[in-house]
């Protein structure tokens, strides 16, 4: 079911997951501790709707980002105890101790979290929280959900998804099958993913933030079908799609884009660019290219000039990229539209330089292709470029 508590829920029988998925940019790193996992990670919210579902749900968080390798080994720590204790084990001094010390540090973020939770597990505000003290039964509710938990992380991020998730999910079942073409897997993977932003996208607009207020319904053991069926994506309807596309798979490849498959291109397209922009900037690099290697061959010093030039240009658009970037956000079209309005009003000392117009756009075109500049964040541009390449060819990386 999409988009009902959490992103998903699973259903097999009358076993029931609520599952979130959190999207991590790779310049902001792993999950660095538990305070981390449960605000940016969306485990407080995972455990607030496991709280409303009387706990008879497990939970599960998936992300492309890594969870530190301490905090992983906390968490899966306290999972071994736990079940050790609920197997009726009894835990040795040590290990009893080291388990009240993780219980204590996530019912510490837990409280810290206070968002719909009992106003006695809410931590006052302008309190740090290690000065906190976690209540008995906080700890022990704490407990009971780490044992439901499952932190599913390092999936594929987005920059790659589009290449690998044919490959990762498509093509082993196609090969159980007996079916071992690529270009079907791509058609595939495509093909399940219609059907699942359909009802991804069948929630409608709802108040309480986009969720439905559903306290309670899955204490009778499944939730009612009458209610989501239009976000509902069955077993059956993935079987339906996966069948058709193997039937008909030029039905639901995707129409190959004519984006340059250029560090350049790549970039300007990760950041959101138009493929209009993506034109002009390969046009403008290499008028630059052309420019940069008359003036060497005409002009003594040319060389020398060229460091000075580029070194303006970097600081232009530090300073634009500084003035549109927004944390979370592509902005790569609002920063080509910033450095072009930006390199057309330039100053006299600017235009004596040489900093001007198409000609110093064409240089941070440039600079962009030499990975100085970038038109959003940071990723793995000769992995991007060697997947595109490998789609646009027929293969599967």
């Not at 991804?200 to 053991?221: E, F, I, K, S, T």
């Not at 560090?263 to 993506?278: F, P």
Request: glycine residues 8%; charged residues 25%.
């Amino acid at each position: 079911m999409c988009e009902v508590h959490e992103d998903w829920i699973l259903q097999i029988g009358s076993a029931v997951e609520l599952v979130s998925a959190k999207h991590r940019e790779q310049s902001t790193g792993p999950f660095l501790s538990i305070a981390v996992l449960v605000d940016a990670g969306g485990l407080g919210h995972l455990f607030e709707r496991w709280l409303n579902l009387g706990k008879n749900v497990a939970v599960r968080l998936v992300s492309c980002a890594a969870v530190a390798p301490d905090v992983g080994k906390a968490l899966a720590d306290c999972t071994r105890l736990l079940r050790r204790k609920a197997d009726g084990d009894a835990l040795t001094t040590s290990e009893a101790d080291l388990l009240g010390s993780h219980i204590q540090t996530f019912g510490q973020a837990i409280m810290m979290y206070r968002k719909n939770l009992p106003s006695a597990w809410q931590a006052p505000l302008k309190t740090r929280s290690r000065q906190l003290v976690v209540p008995d039964d906080l700890a022990e509710t704490v407990g009971q959900f780490i044992l439901v938990l499952t932190i599913d992380s390092n999936r594929p991020n987005r920059e790659l998804v589009h290449h690998s998730a044919p490959s990762l999910y498509a093509l082993p079942l196609l090969r159980n099958m007996g079916i071992q073409s690529a270009s079907t897997a791509v058609a595939v993977w495509y093909a399940v993913l219609a059907v699942f932003r359909v009802r991804m996208r069948a929630r409608g607009p709802r108040a309480n933030g986009n969720l439905p207020d559903l306290g309670g319904v899955a204490n009778q053991g499944s939730f009612p079908t009458s209610l989501f069926e239009e976000r509902i994506v069955t077993l059956e309807d993935v079987l339906t799609a996966v069948n058709t596309a193997i039937n008909n798979p030029s039905a639901y490849t995707p129409i190959p884009t004519h984006t340059r498959i250029t560090q350049l291109g790549v970039k300007m397209a990760q950041g959101g660019c138009s493929d209009t922009s993506i034109e002009l900037a390969e046009r403008l690099k290499l008028d630059y290219s052309r420019y940069r290697r008359e003036r060497r061959n005409s002009v003594p010093g040319a060389r020398a000039e060229e460091r000075v030039l580029e070194n303006r240009l970097l600081r232009i658009a530090d300073r634009e990229t500084t003035r549109v970037r927004v944390p979370g956000e592509t902005y790569g079209d609002k920063l080509w539209s910033a450095l072009s309005e930006r390199l057309d009003d330039a100053t006299k000392a600017e235009e004596r330089a040489g900093l001007e117009g198409d000609i110093a756009l064409g240089g941070i075109c440039d600079l962009t292709s030499r990975c100085l500049v970038w038109f959003g964040p940071r990723f793995d541009v000769k992995a991007a470029v060697a997947a595109a390449k490998s789609i646009r060819t027929g293969g599967i990386t």
